[in-house]
């Protein structure tokens, strides 16, 4: 399987806190891209790094990408209540354009 | 209206039944996917289509079949239901490059 995998597979924190969450891939890829998904409901984008890029900002979220290891990072800094949600990395290797998603990581935002 | 739509949301067959899962999207993308969500699994490709003409095997095909009648519609089936193909599923989209993908909100499908 090319399936990634994230790590941690669930992580409790307390409001404010941050959270970070790890993905580890298997493939070369194109690019890296993280989706969040509220309870059994439709995964939305978060956030889009390519292959040449190390680090990415979006709000309150940092992606850092590292190739050699085949592994990202996603950091939802000052969290809230309402990022309760499993989040999931994708991968597109070149050429595919295909969407390969991990196994993603259930967060959960205690106020 | 949301610019990918799923039907039905949920399910409950019978196994050996066969049943449709239909996809509509008003998005304008040639390029649609079916993904299959188990807990603990992730999300796990069984179809994918760039064009109406270009039909390609995720890896989970077995068991499933597909049909893109139109640029916007894009429908999965199970030809003869099985318990294990209980799950959730996905309809996607996304355009030409390297871009994000567009989900639909899911079907939840039993089969008993």
């Known amino acids: 399987s090319q399936q990634g995998e994230e790590d941690p597979q669930a992580l409790s924190i307390q409001e404010g806190e941050n959270a970070t969450m790890n993905c580890s891939y298997k493939?070369?890829?194109?690019?890296l891209q993280w989706y969040r998904q509220n309870s059994g409901r439709g995964l939305v984008h978060l956030i889009l790094i390519r292959s040449n890029e190390r680090e990415k900002h979006s709000g309150r979220l940092r992606v850092t990408l590292d190739t050699s290891k085949k592994s990202s990072s996603l950091l939802i800094t000052a969290s809230r209540a309402a990022d309760t949600a499993s989040y999931f990395c994708a991968t597109t290797p070149p050429g595919t354009y295909k969407y390969i998603f991990g196994t993603g990581t259930r967060l959960k935002v205690l106020a | 209206d949301a610019d990918v739509t799923q039907t039905p949301r949920n399910r409950i067959t019978k196994t050996g039944k066969r049943i449709m899962l239909e996809c509509s999207q008003t998005?304008?993308?040639?390029?649609m996917y079916w993904y299959r969500q188990d807990p603990g699994l992730g999300l796990r490709l069984i179809y994918y289509s760039f064009d109406v003409k270009d039909i390609n095997k995720g890896e989970i095909s077995d068991g499933y079949s597909v049909s893109r009648q139109a640029q916007a519609k894009f429908s999965l089936s199970l030809e003869s239901a099985i318990p294990n193909q209980t799950a959730l599923y996905f309809c996607a989209t996304s355009e030409e490059g390297y871009t994000e993908a567009f989900f639909g909100q899911g079907t939840r499908l039993t089969v008993v």
């Open positions: 493939t070369s890829i194109n690019n």
């Open positions: 998005k304008g993308h040639d390029r």
